[in-house]
């Protein structure tokens, strides 16, 4: 079989690598992201198919664009066995209209209630049949830190996944209790939860340390073992999420909504892997004018797409839109190498200034480019509570804290532009999940007792239904209350593995 796509590292153009090969391997080995060397293009006729299929059928289509070493069988086996049975109605991205030219994109329908859940679904049958494709015979060690939804979401589609083991870090006081009982409860055989003393960015570099260390990837390889990622560093892992920007406008052609002119796209992001899926949803064909980067307290983002000066030393804020609370956005990385043309000696000496300087600034043309595409703004955890109970009182629409924060900015957006396109606002997370500050939105005065008191409280006065895998956990046991330094975190690998 022919294969056309070919995935090159963001710091080594003269990678050349299979789809199956990016995701088995997860990352370069020059410590660069894996990005393909040209992106396939939709055109009217693929989305004139498209809008008749249903989600399933759609990720086919979509993910044998960039899947093309992946046979039509594989790639049934691995989309149907991701997201049949597995989410709300058969629907994991369904769209829900508010007013005024507002679309909501649930993502949330899935069994953790995130949007991680389409990736994390998935990307284990894309992990296992890429391993097997390669002529592996090595149990792949997945290594993930986590900020809040990626651990847990990588936990249910990992667990008791023949030939992985799944390792998970993720910042002790950086995760909301629902997010902390869902990881620590886990159950399974191949499963290892660890909380840190740190926050999430000392999660991830201590990954990507421990991804990187010869030393530990030669005990590995002794033992028969391979890391690879969970993280939106794998490709695997970004590929499903460009899907469901397609299906969105799908929907939208389907619902006849007036598209001639494009629609936006509003993304609450932390390490801008969402939103960068909706970016090569773009520049494949689907419509869509302005991407509009939603960041909390924690606004690098915002700053960087604001100046052009990307710069982590900074103060760290401890939200309450937690899976946002990060400085080090790892998947901007692959966004400079499109922007700089694929020019991956100028991505690597950017991101060797991030790592001695803790910042980098891009050339004016460059930024240019940037804000041709992109509107970035920020919210803190007092407009974010406004933002809750002003949507429920005047459309009846319970969100997170995290899509608040989408909404938020996106009226910044429209104030400061006049822009009332029809506008897709990604739903990142079920508000169950974070339901001690929704309700301190809507009823601060009912704001006291146990987590699940609190999700009793809230679907008492919304009477929105509360998730079956939120209900679950009231009487699920602690497995998991391991607590490390990060500089410790090697060592629990290795004590975990079972290896000297």
Known sequence: MAVLM?????????????AAEAISQGISEDSGLFVPVSLPILTGNDFGKLKDLNYIDRAKYVLGKFLDDFTDEELD???TGAY???FDD???APLKKLKNNKYMLELWHGPTCAFKDLALQLLPFLLTASV???GGNKKTVILVATSGDTGKAALEGFCDVEGTEIIVFYPQKGVSPMQKLQMSTQQGENVFVCAIEGNFDDAQTGVKQIFTNTEIAQRLNDAGLQFSSANSINWGRLVPQIVYYVSAYC???KNGEETKDGFNVV??????GNILAAFYAKNMGVPINRLICASNANNVLTEFINSGCYNKNRRFYTSISPSMDILISSNLERLLFEMYEKDSAKVKDLMEQLSQHGKYTVDNSVLEKIQSVFFAGCCDDEQTLKTIKKYFDDDNYLCDTHTAVALNVYEQFVAKTGDTRPTVIVSTASPYKFSQSVLKALLPE????DEFEMVEALNEYTKVAVPNSIKKLRDAKVKFDVVCERQEMPQKVLDYLNIK
Do not use: H, M
């Not at 070919?6 to 299979?18: D, F, K, L, Q």
């Not at 993304?267 to 801008?272: A, K, M, Q, S, Y």
């Open 84 to 86: 049949s049975g597995n």
């Open 90 to 92: 058969d629907q994991p």
């Open 132 to 134: 097997k494709k390669e």
């Open 251 to 253: 929907d939208l052609l």
């Open 446 to 449: 009912k704001n006291c007792g």
């Open 6 to 18: 070919i995935y090159t590292s963001s710091r080594n153009s003269s990678v050349g690598v299979s």
């Open 77 to 79: 086996r691995c989309v």
């Open 267 to 272: 993304v609450p992001t932390g390490n801008f």
